[in-house]
């Protein structure tokens, strides 16, 4: 997954999929959720998929959410994925600020350092945000 990712939300998940594009995601929404229209879906956009479907995700790949509540679907997102764009760190919700790249260097994973120019820090515990942050 790169480092800008881009979701699709098919029918069971649309409610996630709204709250996701205004947490800063990039989600497409589809309200289909059958095999044949969602796989044409993913194909022709190459995004990844979100779903509550099983069968779907068995078949498609991507993102299966297990809660049936759109806050805890948000919220298993999230903890997989980071928040894009954040403000606030996922861990303790203090407010991040721009530092000094240099200053994360002994924080990060080497690659990380090496292909990333800015960086955010937790100004209450420390934790070191980047472009991707999370996504693997
Ligand atoms: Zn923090």
New binding site residues.
């Given amino acids: 997954m790169n480092s800008n990712p881009k979701f699709v939300c098919d029918g069971t998940v649309v409610k996630l999929g709204k709250r996701l594009r205004i947490l800063g995601y990039d989600v497409e929404i589809t309200y289909k959720t059958d095999l044949p229209n969602v796989s044409e879906m993913i194909v022709a956009t190459g995004r990844t998929l979100i779903t509550k479907s099983i069968t779907l995700h068995k078949q498609l790949g991507g993102i299966h959410v297990k809660s049936d509540r759109v806050m805890e679907q948000v919220e298993e997102i999230i903890s997989k994925l980071g928040v894009p764009g954040s403000t606030r760190?996922s861990?303790?919700?203090?407010e991040l600020v721009e530092c000094d790249k240099d200053s994360v260097k002994d924080k990060v994973p080497i690659y990380v350092f090496q292909t990333n120019d800015k960086f955010k820090c937790?100004t209450?515990?420390?934790?070191v945000y980047w472009k991707g942050t999370h996504i693997k």
């Fill in positions: 760190c861990r303790c919700n203090s937790c209450k515990c420390g934790k």
